[in-house]
């Protein structure tokens, strides 16, 4: 196996799914649609029917959400290895596809991680009532800015950094009135844009430890292996090799929140100037390119996408 020391594959979250996600692939290779016969064997359902006929609103339900990105990056990423590309020195997924990136550095069993994920969607969905919730991009306005919008609007309520996805881009989660609050005063300080997220829950704050102490005895179910490719993991940008410190930060990921710009620049640090991203859209290689412009970023979701990036990857 060849590892290329500038290489890194990174996996999207929630947000990156679609209707007719990984048609093109499928059309060109049978491994995308084994990938997903695999998984809706497990989850009792035919997870590839609803990627490609919906309902949309079937699809964004986090429970069904989940196991269908992480398939998907699964799938992208098994491509990849049958065209021998090469091995990539560090893996990073973003929320969700942090799994997606345990999967594909052999920390954890794909079948193992596609149920882990449907209960995981199960118990962040049953922590906040239906509506009571929400999250919001506020771009434009720096990291301390919008903590400390979060700070003023949240009154009797919750409202906190969620996501610091790129430089003037931040994702805020809580309960509804205080993120409507918090919206209100980030476009009264300049931000450029204050919208609220489709999302179904909100996730990465303390709105989720309720669904972090179920998630922890599930996860205890699993056994996991040492990553046999690094993971920079989302609370901390850290690296962990034993599986028992990895499902540690995993609960952990639940209610904190996502590092991503700091992930991006300690793999800048670490030598890595290519970064495949693996499955469908192009979210993280957005973020990439807001956060480090030295760094090429290539979204592989079709086949032109996956021949570009391996001829750039194999250079």
């Known amino acids: 196996m060849r590892v290329k ?4 594959f990174v996996f999207p979250g929630q947000g ?6 990984l048609s093109a692939l499928a059309g060109e290779s049978p491994l995308i649609r084994e990938t997903f016969t695999e998984a809706s064997r497990i989850l009792g359902y035919d997870l590839w029917e609803i990627t490609q006929n919906g309902p949309e609103q079937e699809l964004n339900r986090t429970a069904v959400t989940q196991p269908a990105l992480l398939t998907a990056g699964v799938a992208v990423w098994r491509l990849w290895q049958s065209r021998n590309g090469p091995v990539p020195a560090l893996l990073a997924g973003h929320s969700l596809g942090e799994y997606t990136a ?10 193992e991680a596609v149920s882990l994920v449907q209960d995981r969607g199960r118990a962040m969905q049953s922590a906040v009532p239906e509506g009571s919730g929400l999250m919001a991009a506020i771009l434009g306005l720096d990291d301390e800015r919008v903590e400390t919008i979060c700070r003023e609007a949240a009154e009797e309520q919750l409202v906190a950094t969620a ?4 430089p003037g881009q931040v994702v805020i989660a809580g309960h509804r009135e205080a993120v409507e609050r918090a919206i209100g005063l980030a476009r009264e300080m300049g931000a450029k844009r204050a919208i609220p997220l489709s999302v179904s829950v909100p996730s990465h704050c303390a709105l989720m430890q309720e669904a972090a102490q179920v998630f922890a005895e599930r996860i205890e ?24 410190d990895i499902k540690a930060a995993l609960v952990r990921q639940l209610y904190e ?39 090429s970023g290539f979204a592989v979701n079709d086949t032109p996408s996956l021949e ?8």
Do not use: H
């Open 163 to 166: 996501n610091y996805n790129a």
């Open 102 to 111: 345990l999967v594909c550095a052999g920390a954890i069993p794909f079948g």
């Open 221 to 244: 179910q699993v056994g996991f292996a040492d990553a046999a490719i690094p993971v920079l993991q989302n609370v901390d940008a850290v690296r962990r090799k034993r599986g028992a």
């Open 5 to 8: 020391n500038n290489l890194s």
């Open 308 to 315: 570009t990036a391996l001829q750039e990857a194999n250079k």
């Open 16 to 21: 990156s799914q679609g209707i007719g996600m």
């Open 257 to 295: 929140p996502v590092r991503w710009v700091e992930i991006i620049n300690k793999m800048k640090a670490e030598g890595i100037d290519t970064v495949v991203e693996s499955g469908p859209g192009k979210v993280l290689t957005g973020l990439i390119k807001r956060i480090d412009r030295d760094i």
